[in-house]
């Protein structure tokens, strides 16, 4: 099976074992095939990124998002809606956070524009 957009992938590392990736995109290689652009959250919640030729790598899992799912993007709830090529469009909630004496900040309903890749990071487990 041939991987695509917002797949995860196992890949072992040395001394690591088996970790999890998100396909996030492929880059097209002058001096060979194409590359899977591979992301992942470190322990340290920073993100970790890598390329690989995408014949090497096998889908553990293809994470399925439906129109209405509950979603989270950088931490904010959201509805999904549906996706355009390897964007994800997101119905946000209102948001509201308050800044104890100083003021607050609120977000209103809005769509927001988000990396499948990125989408599914967030919200499968790997």
């Known amino acids: 099976m ?24 492929f880059v097209h290689n002058p001096q060979g095939p194409r590359m899977a652009k591979l992301i992942r959250k470190t322990k340290f919640n920073s993100f970790s990124s890598w390329q690989v030729n995408p014949d090497m790598l096998v889908t553990a899992e293809r994470p399925v998002f439906n129109p209405g799912d509950k979603v989270k993007v950088d931490g904010n709830r959201g509805v999904y809606r549906d996706r355009i090529g390897d964007v994800a469009r997101i119905m946000m909630a209102v948001n509201r956070r308050v800044f104890t004496e100083i003021g607050f900040i609120e977000t209103g309903v809005c769509l927001a524009l988000v990396s499948y890749g990125l989408l599914v990071l967030e919200n499968r487990k790997v």
């Open 2 to 25: 041939t991987v695509e957009l917002g797949d995860i992938v196992p890949v072992g590392m040395a001394g690591s074992g088996q970790l999890r990736w998100v396909v996030s995109g």
